[in-house]
């Protein structure tokens, strides 16, 4: 079945540190991606997002690039804050060529520590 | 102006009782979902309406009971309720097949 797999945590980085999470799918179709966040004792916030090949998602300084010859979804960010510290949820809506599902399939989070 | 709410915020019960999350969104949009977000951090969606239509009923016990009075609500009922069943539980809202908005979860203890 469509499933996420991500970097387990924790990463911690120092303030100003380049960041990667890798994440990679498995899915028929084509899915859509998507990157959240949740930080400490909050719901999750959509981060960013790729709906087809090639697509870049950006948004806060973050950004991940969906691509399909490796199925992956990789997030970065040249230079992290402290206030960035939380867990980072990797999440895929299958879709096949009958039309999209709305059935959103999460990787298991990963926490990152940002210290000062 | 909060996209997404759920009531109460935290729950702490005991082993047996029954009890209900309400959830409620402002953003107009036609599908909503349960999420249970177990201790590891671990996601899993459980219900999903779409205009008060169920759609996606995943493997839950049937002591889960969702129930959408209308298209902006979504409550989820608990019966019996387990040790098991804590967690933190998410509703979220989508424009059909579109981006999900979650609300800030409802922290379930059971004792």
């Known amino acids: 079945g469509d499933s996420v797999t991500q970097m387990e945590g924790p990463v911690t980085l120092s303030e100003e540190a380049f960041l990667t999470i890798n994440c990679t799918y498995t899915?028929?179709?084509?899915?859509?991606l998507f990157w959240y966040v949740q930080y400490p004792g909050e719901g999750l916030q959509l981060l960013l997002k790729?709906?087809?090949?090639?697509d870049k998602g950006s948004n806060k300084g973050f950004e991940a690039t969906y691509r399909k010859e490796t199925t992956s979804f990789h997030l970065e960010k040249g230079s992290v804050q402290v206030s960035d510290s939380a867990v980072y949820f990797c999440a895929l809506i299958p879709r096949g060529y009958g039309g999209a599902t709305n059935k959103l399939i999460f990787g298991t989070g990963t926490l990152l520590a940002v210290q000062p | 102006d909060t996209a997404v709410s759920q009531t109460p915020k935290y729950l702490v019960t005991q082993m047996g009782n029954d009890k209900s999350i309400k959830c409620e969104q402002n953003?107009?949009?036609?599908?909503m979902y349960w999420y249970k977000q177990d201790s590891k951090k671990f996601l899993k969606i459980m219900f999903s309406?779409?205009?008060?239509?169920?759609?996606i009923n995943e493997t839950v016990p049937n002591r889960f009971s969702p129930k959408s009075p209308d298209k902006a609500h979504l409550n989820l009922h608990i019966n019996s309720l387990e040790l098991g069943d804590s967690a933190v539980y998410f509703c979220?809202?989508?424009?059909?097949?579109?981006?999900?908005?979650f609300g800030p979860g409802t922290r379930l203890l059971v004792l």
């Open positions: 953003l107009g949009h036609d599908t």
């Open positions: 979220a809202s989508s424009p059909g097949v579109g981006t999900q908005y």
């Open positions: 899915a028929t179709g084509y899915p859509s």
């Open positions: 790729a709906t087809k090949a090639d």
């Open positions: 309406y779409n205009n008060k239509e169920l759609i």
